[in-house]
Nanobody
């Protein structure tokens, strides 16, 4: 069974940092781009960041650029999201996702991603 499991969320104060982790199992994800999305209460799911198979190419939404850093460790079949200078508007459920086509460039297009985790809640108080 292919699974992606996120962890590392929690309740934090504005200005704090968090590192989210996403561990894959059931298949090797190294040939696939990986991404993070988030969904805030009452809002549509939105793209946050994506990373290429090697980790050499990354892509961020404008709203998080400079504060979020995506990385991956293919030996651990994992992807990470370092979040700095957290803001209340970062409050959301954060999901990791894996692309369905090997070698495809990282994208903000959610339809590219066929495997999804169940999410981890991040709540930022002001």
């Amino acid at each position: 069974q292919v699974r992606l499991v996120e962890s590392g969320g929690g309740l934090v104060q504005g200005g704090d940092s968090l590192k989210l982790s996403c561990a894959g199992s059931g298949r090797t994800f190294s040939p696939y781009a990986m991404a993070w999305f988030r969904q805030a209460p009452g809002k549509e799911r939105e793209f946050v960041a994506a990373i290429s198979t090697s980790g050499g190419s990354t892509h961020y939404s404008d709203s998080v650029k400079g504060r979020f850093t995506i990385s991956r460790d293919n030996a651990k079949n994992s992807v990470y999201l370092q979040i700095d200078s957290l803001k209340p508007e970062d409050t959301a459920v954060y999901y990791c996702a894996a692309d369905g086509i090997p070698g495809r460039a990282p994208s903000s297009r959610d339809l590219n991603y066929v495997y999804w985790g169940r999410g981890t809640q991040v709540t930022v108080s002001s």
